[in-house]
């Protein structure tokens, strides 16, 4: 089945620690987003992707950085500079511009990190 | 995008229609109206778009003033599976800005047995 999957659900690293997120989509979505949720809060765009190999910053990008050497994969790497990175970790993708119809964004399920 | 202003919470009593109001007063005329939901821990779901006619599919209605300046989310008929938060996005549909999915704090309903 087509979908957008991350790994792992839960995680856990030590304070000072580099932690990399996965993001899979086989949905052939030219767009791919992550966004930070904490309690109580909405959706926080950190980073977003047009297309291979181009990236860019969104609200929060400070202590984050990603990649997208594949269409299909988006990871995110939360390094030890982002000073409160215990949150909701979530991925979204989504086909692109040009036509509203079908445009919606698909997200995962999501990955809770927690530091420790 | 255009900033969204949603209330922060509201509460539906089961089977009733669940209402909920989304202002976008400063949207542009390239600018969709959607609409999604989170359930507890879950990723957020696509629930409906517009432009500027009303539209309809098997989740929700959605209601667009003549203005376009608000918008409304109609569950026709809420049940306790629809306690999420839901949110309202404004968002280009062409050009370098349709990629910027921004998301506000959206309204916590809370469908009511």
């Known amino acids: 089945d087509g979908g957008i999957t991350q790994s792992p659900k839960y995680l856990f690293r030590k304070e000072g620690q580099n932690v990399t997120l996965s993001c899979e989509q086989n949905l052939n979505h030219d767009a791919m987003y992550w966004y930070r949720q904490d309690p109580g809060q909405g959706l926080r765009l950190i980073y977003y992707s047009q297309i291979v190999n181009d990236f860019q910053k969104g609200d929060i990008a400070e202590g984050y950085s990603v990649s997208r050497e594949k269409k299909e994969s988006f990871p995110l790497t939360v390094t030890s500079a982002q000073k409160n990175p215990t949150a909701f970790y979530l991925c979204?993708?989504?086909?692109?511009?040009?036509?509203?119809?079908?445009?919606?964004?698909?997200f995962g399920q999501g990955t809770r990190l927690t530091v420790v | 995008d255009a900033k969204t202003t949603q209330p922060p919470s509201m509460d539906c009593a089961e089977g009733r229609a669940a209402n909920l109001p989304c202002n976008h007063s400063t949207i542009s005329g390239n600018e969709y109206v959607y609409w999604y939901r989170q359930i507890h821990s879950q990723g957020p779901q696509y629930i409906i778009h517009?432009?500027?006619n009303n539209e309809t599919n098997e989740m929700a209605s959605l209601i667009i003033t003549e203005d376009r300046k608000s918008s409304t989310l109609i569950l026709p008929h809420a049940t306790l599976r629809d306690t999420a938060v839901y949110y309202c996005?404004?968002?280009?549909?062409?050009?370098?800005?349709?990629?910027?999915?921004?998301f506000g704090k959206g309204t916590k309903l809370s469908v009511i047995p």
């Open positions: 996005i404004a968002r280009n549909y062409s050009g370098a800005g349709s990629y910027q999915l921004t």
């Open positions: 517009g432009l500027k």
């Open positions: 979204a993708s989504s086909p692109g511009t040009g036509l509203p119809l079908g445009t919606e964004a698909f």
